[in-house]
Each structure stands twice: as C-alpha cells, then as structure tokens.
C-alpha cells in the first residue's frame, strides 16, 4: 500500500534561506507524486507534481522538488525563503488502484525575519 | 477555465442540528469529486468521493453522508452534528481518468464548521 512520510510537523527558516521540506513515500509501482500549498484558511493549491519524464520538476512560486527512486523521495525546495512561503505544505502520492490521493500529515513552514 | 465553489464559507451549528455544506464545479463535465475534512492540528482525512452521480464511496463510518445529484454538484449532509465533527470541509474535483493516473486534485477555497 502507498503511504506518505513528511518529516518535521514543523519547519522554520530565515527570510532569504534556502527552504527544504522532506518527503518519502512508498510505492508499488512507478509513483506519481505531488506537493500541495495551504495558506491559512484556504484550500489547497497545487505547486508542482511528477508523473514521468525529468526527474526535477519545477513549480510555481520558485519551488522545484526531485523525485529520488532510489531514496524513495521527493523533497520541496526553494533557494530563498519569502515571507510569503509561510503556509502549510503537503506531499501526496497518487493511488494506482483507485482515483484517490495518499497524503503527508503535512509541514507547517515558518518564516523568521 | 475551471472553478470550484464551496458554501457557505463559515457556518457555526449546534450540536444535534443538521448540516448540508454544498460544492459545485464548473467548466469540465463528468469529474471525479471528493470530500475531505481537516480537523484542528491534522492532516486531511479523505470522507467521500464519487466518480459519478449517485456514486458514491465512503472511506469513514460516522454520521456523514454526501450526495452527487447532478454531475458537478456535491453535497455534503449531517443528520445531527456533533463536537466532532468540526473542521474545515473541502470539496476537491479532478478529471476522470484511469484509475491511479495521476490526476490532479483541485479544491474549493473551504468551510469552516464549527460545533457547540
């Protein structure tokens, strides 16, 4: 069965540092996978996924993530963090048997002035 | 393009009072539509999703239950509330593909319900 790791309920960076935010995932077979951005009290957003092709997927806002077979992950990054970042960021793994979405309990990304 | 509408945005119920929380989808036909809940602190828990009206899956006992009476419509019901079913309810659409393709899932901008 898929399942979605996302370590660290909780991370803080500074205004203008890199930003990383992990996941790892399990899978049976070739992964599409996702990551999803919350600002609060909204729903969420869709910042880039990876379904086949090159392995670094870039999104909106300046992130990108690489999908890593071997490590089984697909970890969030952005070279400068922004005040704006500040929101709650989600990996999901698609479900091969179904139309369904397995999801990370999610990170809570805090930018420090 | 498409877009997603959710209402009420905020509602405030009494416990034991019904609940009927709607979602509409515009601009595509024949979507696949999900309902999920996050509750304070958590993650998102998938309730419902329908892969066309009047087809609908539950993935959580509890005394919710949704409807999909027309092909963009998706609705959100309660019988009597509970405390715990407080949270913010987001309706989710994505095109109906093959199984695991890896559709994406677009959402609604939310509810926030809250029970006392």
């Known amino acids: 069965a898929q399942s979605v790791t996302q370590l660290g309920s909780h991370v803080s960076v500074s205004e203008g540092a890199l930003v990383l935010l992990r996941c790892n995932y399990s899978s049976s077979v070739p992964p599409y996978l996702f990551w999803y951005v919350q600002y609060p009290n909204q729903g969420l957003q869709l910042l880039l996924k990876y379904t086949t092709g090159a392995t670094l997927v870039k999104g909106i806002n300046g992130f990108e993530a690489e999908f890593k077979k071997s490590e089984t992950s697909f970890h969030l990054t952005k070279p400068s963090a922004h005040m704006s970042d500040a929101a709650e960021y989600f990996c999901?793994?698609?479900?091969?048997?179904?139309?369904?979405?397995?999801w990370g309990a999610g990170t809570k990304l805090i930018i420090k002035p | 393009s498409q877009t997603i509408h959710q209402w009420p945005a905020t509602l405030v119920q009494p416990v034991g009072s019904p609940l009927s929380l709607e979602c509409t989808v515009e601009g595509t036909s024949n979507p696949n539509l999900y309902w999920y809940r996050q509750a304070a602190g958590r993650g998102l828990q998938l309730l419902f999703y329908s892969v066309g009206i009047g087809q609908i899956s539950s993935e959580v006992p509890q005394n919710l239950s949704a409807s999909r009476p027309q092909d963009r419509q998706f609705i959100l019901s309660s019988k009597k509330l509970l405390l715990s079913d407080s949270g913010f309810y987001l309706c989710?659409?994505?095109?109906?593909?093959?199984?695991?393709?890896?559709?994406?899932?677009?959402f609604g901008p939310g509810t926030r319900l809250l029970v006392l």
């Open positions: 999901a793994v698609s479900d091969p048997s179904n139309y369904q979405l397995i």
């Open positions: 989710a659409w994505s095109v109906r593909g093959l199984a695991g393709g890896g559709e994406t899932q677009y």
